[in-house]
């Protein structure tokens, strides 16, 4: 496995191409929210955490598009999409946590979709009496 530097200068070239390809979310896109140290910057950021940033924008980018979609499908998982409250405070969380949230939220529904049939199977066993304990004296 290679360390996060290596893959920076094999995918990028450097840190500060790097920084500007995560950079570029934040500026055409509506999927960032500035929580940034303006003194600072994303220079100081360690570059497994700027990977992880740019993996997570670029498949939410792929797959939703925006912020409001990406809220709309986790709403649409857990079958609350009218409920205005838990929008607006989904809608304050940074896009990691959000993509966070809807594969959790998405692998939850799928496990709980088969565990009905796993139930039915194990309903359907006949169970055995277990034998009678033997008294102590």
Known sequence: MKNPLAIVKEKFGDKQKLIAAVEAFAKKDDLWVNRINEKKGLAHVSNAKLLRLHETFTSVKEKFGSRDKLVAAILELEKRTKDEGYKTRLMGYPVPRLYD???????????????PKAAKK????????AAPKAKAK
């Open 122 to 129: 194990a309903a359907a066993k006949p169970k055995t009496k």
């Open 101 to 115: 949230l809807y594969q959790s939220t998405s692998k939850r529904h799928a496990s709980a979709a088969k565990a």
